[in-house]
């Protein structure tokens, strides 16, 4: 596609339910990246994937929160058993081989009720 | 690992009048530069860049930044802001030698007024 894509728009999940969040980046970037945005906030790092590379995992906040990217393209970010505190937008971005600007999708917001 | 400090959060301004919203960085590698900005209840938009070459860049809407490596800034400037340029804005960094993340800093609010 043209731009990064992410699916999502909005999500309202109740309390303790998990939820799947999708990201589809710009085709040919190598490097994808979870943020999330809390209301009012800054970018908070979450994952970072480069090509075939173990994953940078060290800004997932607790172990609900997993990421995978099935063959270079799509990621899919998991929330498990899904906390208040969870309600936030979540930013995905990618761009090619880490060495070019990140470009963003326009974000999942999650509301957990 | 990298750091950026953006010591306004929040900048308020009049129509027409000059901003500088400032930048401060911390690596001990060389790294790329950039400014996002985020209008309200939009995504991240890229503002402008600093990859090499000239340390003042210019980018969409007016906006311009200068890079310092010696005292590791890089701070953004519009000598004239208009209404339509209140939102949020955003410096980040990320590795030269690239395969990193990208990290931001916190923020600047700017509002403009009347």
């Known amino acids: 596609g043209a731009g990064v894509s992410q699916s999502p728009s909005n999500k309202v999940t109740e309390k303790g339910k998990d939820v799947e969040l999708r990201c589809d980046p710009i085709?040919?970037?190598?490097?994808l990246y979870w943020y999330r945005q809390s209301l009012g906030q800054g970018l908070e790092f979450l994952i970072y994937?480069?090509?075939?590379?173990?994953?940078?995992k060290s800004g997932l906040p607790s172990d609900r929160f997993s990421a995978e990217r099935t063959g270079g393209s799509v990621s899919t970010l998991t929330i498990q058993r899904t906390q208040q505190e969870d309600s936030a937008v979540y930013l995905c971005?990618?761009?090619?081989?880490?060495?070019?600007?990140?470009?963003f999708g326009q974000g999942t917001r999650l509301t957990v009720v | 690992a990298q750091s950026v400090t953006q010591l306004d959060s929040q900048v308020p301004v009049f129509e027409e009048a000059p901003v500088e919203l400032r930048c401060n960085y911390s690596s001990s590698v060389s790294v790329y530069l950039f400014w996002y900005v985020q209008y309200p209840n939009q995504g991240l938009q890229l503002l402008l860049k600093y990859l090499s070459g000239s340390t003042l860049v210019k980018g969409i809407n007016g906006f311009e930044a200068e890079f310092n490596k010696s005292q590791t800034s890089f701070h953004l400037r519009k000598p004239s802001v208009h209404i339509s340029d209140t939102a949020e804005y955003f410096c980040a960094v990320s590795a030269l030698r690239g395969g990193q993340n990208f990290v931001f800093g916190p923020g600047t609010r700017l509002s403009v007024l009347p």
């Open positions: 971005a990618s761009s090619f081989r880490g060495l070019t600007e990140a470009f």
């Open positions: 085709s040919g970037h190598t490097a």
């Open positions: 994937f480069q090509g075939n590379s173990a994953p940078d």
